[in-house]
Nanobody
Framework: QVQLVESGGGLVQVEDSLRLSCAAS????????VGWFRQAPGKEREFIAS????????YYSDSMKGRFTISRDNAKNTVYPQMSRLKPEDTAVYYC?????????????????WGQGTQVTVSS
């Protein structure tokens, strides 16, 4: 079993930067890859990026490419997405998720565990 707890969301201004966190506990083998998704009201959950625990390999979708950087601290079992140049359309609930498979994982259904989400609101 894996538990994921996101934090760091809040209300920010346009062009601000924000760092989120996803603290993971439980079996390392069950969270081979951690992904980040977001979901805005009335929209489907959207993949942003993923990172592998073992090697730190990252993959980014085009949705926030160049503005979203993901890293991990294995000693703290925490993944850190850093977001920059935020826009009002980035307003959403941001989720981290983990999966056992070592494939990149761009679809929500590929992930086995989910955090509760953290709200990010970008005000103009």
């Amino acid at each position: 079993q894996v538990q994921l707890v996101e934090s760091g969301g809040g209300l920010v201004q346009v062009e601000d930067s924000l760092r989120l966190s996803c603290a993971a506990s439980g079996s390392t083998a069950s969270r081979a890859v951690v992904g980040w998704f977001r979901q805005a009201p009335g929209k489907e959950r959207e993949f942003i990026a993923s990172i592998s625990w073992s090697y730190g390999h990252t993959y980014y979708s085009d949705s926030m490419k160049g503005r979203f950087t993901i890293s991990r601290d294995n000693a703290k079992n925490t993944v850190y997405p850093q977001m920059s140049r935020l826009k009002p359309e980035d307003t959403a609930v941001y989720y981290c998720a983990a999966k056992r498979s070592t494939t990149i994982g761009t679809m929500a259904r590929e992930y086995d565990y989910w955090g509760q989400g953290t709200q990010v609101t970008v005000s103009s």
